[in-house]
T-cell receptor, first 115, second 115 residues
Framework: KAGVTQTPRYLIKTRGQQVTLSCSPI?????VSWYQQTPGQGLQFLFE???????NKGNFPGRFSGRQFSNSRSEMNVSTLELGDSALYLC??????????????FGPGTRLTVL | AQSVAQPEDQVNVAEGNPLTVKCTYS??????LFWYVQYPNRGLQFLLK??????LVKGSYGFEAEFNKSQTSFHLKKPSALVSDSALYFC?????????????FGKGTHLIIQP
């Protein structure tokens, strides 16, 4: 079974631009979560989608948004990019996500650099 | 609120020796605990999880973890370290009251296995 895939793997943008990242979950997984990883803040939860609905959201500004499609693929969008948005963005999929015991499987990440 | 602490930024172990990577947690309800490993420029790989039952959990690549409720700890162990085990290790938690909230991660521990 193929793992979680994320595209693109690397992105370079300038301040003020917006960016869209894509995630395809493991086949059969219906929950997709997004995380931001930075050297200073570590791994932080952004949001989680299930059945095309955002089910939970972390403590990030409204510039960070996402959506999920009927095939469970997900996109996240960051508008008005700031230098501090430079990070590795990780997507994780799980079967249903709601059970705390559900294991999340991570993709390789998208490395975003904001200049 | 749930939290995870990994008290050591770095652990150095000689190849062939046993290794331990420490993790302590704080949750309001029953803890669900996870260990992930990250290699350079890669996403997180799932190693093992504790849900309930036996306090010793066995996982991938010969790793195991010991859950200790009284000490609120979930230390990762391996009887004999390999150079290829060198990587960044993350402990994570979800508590039963967290529902579909994301995982809360520790800051990570760099494990360095010396030949």
């Amino acid at each position: 079974k193929a793992g979680v895939t994320q595209t693109p793997r690397y992105l370079i943008k300038t301040r003020g631009q917006q960016v869209t990242l894509s995630c395809s979950p493991i086949s059969g997984h219906r929950s997709v979560s997004w995380y931001q990883q930075t050297p200073g803040q570590g791994l932080q939860f952004l949001f989680e989608y299930f059945s095309e609905t955002q089910r939970n959201k972390g403590n990030f500004p409204g510039r960070f948004s996402g959506r999920q499609f009927s095939n469970s693929r997900s996109e996240m969008n960051v508008s008005t990019l700031e230098l501090g948005d430079s990070a590795l963005y990780l997507c994780a999929s799980s079967i249903v996500g709601a059970a705390p015991t559900d294991t999340q499987y991570f993709g390789p990440g998208t490395r975003l650099t904001v200049l | 609120a749930q939290s995870v602490a990994q008290p050591e930024d770095q652990v150095n172990v000689a190849e062939g020796n046993p290794l331990t990577v420490k993790c302590t947690y704080s949750v309001s309800g029953n803890p669900y605990l996870f260990w992930y490993v990250q290699y350079p420029n890669r996403g997180l790989q799932f190693l093992l999880k504790y849900i309930t039952g036996d306090n010793l959990v066995k996982g991938s690549y010969g790793f195991e973890a010991e859950f200790n409720k009284s000490q609120t700890s979930f230390h990762l162990k391996k009887p004999s370290a390999l150079v290829s085990d060198s990587a960044l290790y993350f402990c994570a938690v979800r508590d039963i009251g967290g529902g579909a909230d994301g995982l809360t991660f520790g800051k990570g521990t760099h494990l360095i296995i010396q030949p």
